[in-house]
C-alpha cells in the first residue's frame, strides 16, 4: 500500500486498523516500516498522509471508501440508543 498507493505509514496502518482492530504487529517491524517509508520519500515519492486526499485510481478510491464506511458504521455502533451517528 505503502509503495502502490504512495500512502504514509501511519495512513497504511490507519486502513489495516480499519479492516483488522485486533492487528498486533510487532515493534521491530513497524520499525522496518518506518525506514521503507523513509527509503521511498528519498526516492523522491510524495505521499498522501490523509483521508481528505482524493485518489488517483479507481482501486484506491474502492479502499479509501472502505475506510471511510467503516469509521461511520463505528460511529454508529458507539453512537447511544436512539441517537445519530451523523448529527
Known amino acids: 500500500m505503502m509503495k502502490k498507493y504512495n500512502w504514509g505509514l501511519r495512513k497504511a496502518m490507519e486502513f489495516l486498523t480499519s479492516r483488522r482492530p485486533d492487528i498486533n504487529l510487532k515493534p521491530a517491524f513497524l520499525q522496518q516500516l518506518a525506514q521503507y517509508e523513509r527509503r521511498l520519500l528519498l526516492s523522491g515519492r510524495k505521499f498522501t498522509m490523509d483521508w481528505t486526499e482524493l485518489p488517483q485510481a479507481e482501486e484506491e478510491l474502492l479502499l479509501r471508501n472502505t475506510y471511510i464506511n467503516s ?16 448529527g
Open 71 to 86: 469509521h461511520i458504521a463505528q460511529a454508529a455502533t458507539d453512537a447511544p440508543a436512539g441517537e445519530s451517528a451523523l
